[in-house]
C-alpha cells in the first residue's frame, strides 16, 4: 500500500489549516496527488471517449467545448463511473474506507476536479 502514496507527486501549494473539512482535507492530500499522477491517463480516456461516442470537439469554439465537457460529467454516468474509477483505483485500503464514508461529496469534488483539468488542456 505504500508504493501507491509513494507515487504520487507532492503538490506544494497545498495547505492544509486547522479548520479544513474532512472532505476538504482528504481532497487536497489524497485526490489532488492522484489526479496529477494520473493526468496524462486522464486526458488520453477522455479523447479516446469522445472519439467512440464520435464527438468532434476540435470543430467547437471553446464555449461549446466547454458546455459538450461538462455535459458528459452532468449526464453520461458510465463515463463519470470509468474516470473516477482511474482515481479511486490508486487509494489505499485505509484511504477507500475513508472515501466510502464521504463517497457523495468526494465523488463530486473529483468530477469537478477532472473536469476543470480537462478544460484547462482542451479548450485553449
Known amino acids: 500500500m505504500i508504493e501507491k502514496i509513494k507515487l504520487r507527486p507532492t503538490i506544494k501549494s497545498i495547505v492544509i489549516q486547522e479548520n479544513t473539512s474532512d472532505e476538504e482535507k482528504f481532497q487536497n492530500s ?3 496527488p492522484i489526479i496529477k499522477l494520473q493526468h496524462h491517463l ?6 479516446h471517449y469522445m472519439k467512440q461516442n464520435k464527438v468532434h470537439l476540435e470543430e ?7 458546455a459538450k465537457i461538462h455535459r458528459f460529467f452532468k449526464t ?3 463515463f463519470k463511473l470509468e474516470i473516477r474509477g482511474l482515481i479511486i483505483g490508486l487509494l489505499t485500503l485505509d484511504e477507500f474506507e475513508e472515501y466510502l464514508k464521504l ?5 463530486k469534488r473529483i468530477n469537478n476536479m477532472i473536469e476543470e483539468r480537462i478544460n484547462s488542456c482542451i479548450i485553449k
Open 30 to 32: 489524497i485526490l489532488r
Open 42 to 47: 486522464l486526458l488520453h480516456y477522455f479523447e
Open 60 to 66: 467547437l469554439n471553446p464555449i461549446q467545448k466547454k
Open 76 to 78: 453520461d454516468h458510465k
Open 103 to 107: 463517497s457523495t461529496n468526494l465523488n
